[in-house]
């Protein structure tokens, strides 16, 4: 298979994968473990399938430790901006009833609520991250937060478009941030060479939003 035609047979994956998550049988606000496995399901078991049909290999998709340091560096100084984005956007009623129910979630079983917030975002950063980003640009060959070359950028800019476009229905402000999380958070992976760093901090921050709301509502 050409290089054309394997980033267009990813590219259209990605797209297909994209919708299907969007276009959940499952209610994340009713059906909250159900969601989460289908999006993991959808984000993480189909395109690494994808991936080793078409002969991608998997080491270079992501699936990796990388570089834990910088990506440690990177969760708790995401975990600190977003902290204070949370602390505005959990007084805003638009957010606050958004995420009143996946609170609720949260409060009737903790433990469950994040075992499957983990597995979807495994999933949802696979998608974005690895598979795509690493599907299209290939794999880093140096340690560089900022790509030197077009074909990088283009894999960040095509990842980012798909994952913002994902977040339609949230929040205005939540649903602009993250053209900018989705770039923040592929060129994280791409320093890194993993997706570690970043199934971690979407993993938190999206927890922290749902306790944010939680405690300012008082459920």
């Not at 994968?17 to 994340?28: D, G, K, M």
């Not at 993480?44 to 270079?60: E, H, N, Q, R, Y």
């Not at 699936?63 to 977003?82: C, P, Q």
């Amino acid at each position: 298979m050409s290089n054309f035609a394997k980033s267009s047979a990813i590219a259209l994956v990605g797209i297909l994968l994209t919708l299907a998550c969007y276009f959940a049988p499952y209610n994340q606000h009713t059906h909250w473990v159900q969601w989460s496995l289908w999006g993991f399901f959808c984000g993480f078991l189909l395109p690494l399938s994808v991936a080793i049909a078409t002969g991608l290999p998997i080491k270079d998709l992501g699936l990796t430790i990388g570089d834990w340091k910088f990506g440690a560096a990177s969760v708790l100084l995401g975990l600190a901006v977003m902290f204070g984005f949370g602390t505005w956007a959990s007084l805003q009623p638009d957010f606050q009833d958004y995420y009143l129910t996946i609170a609720l979630q949260h409060k009737s079983s903790p433990v469950s609520f994040w075992l499957s917030l983990l597995f979807y975002m495994v999933g949802w950063e696979f998608l974005f991250r690895g598979f795509l980003l690493f599907g299209l640009a290939g794999k880093p060959t140096k340690a560089e937060l900022l790509p030197r070359t077009p074909k990088v950028w283009s894999a960040v800019g095509f990842s980012t478009l798909l994952f913002g476009l994902s977040h339609w229905g949230k929040p205005l402000p939540e649903l602009a941030g993250s053209f900018i999380a989705g770039a923040i958070l592929c060129l994280i992976a791409w320093r890194t060479h993993s997706c570690l760093a970043p199934i971690l901090l979407h993993t938190l921050v999206f927890g922290m939003f749902a306790l944010m709301v939680q405690f300012r509502i008082g459920v």
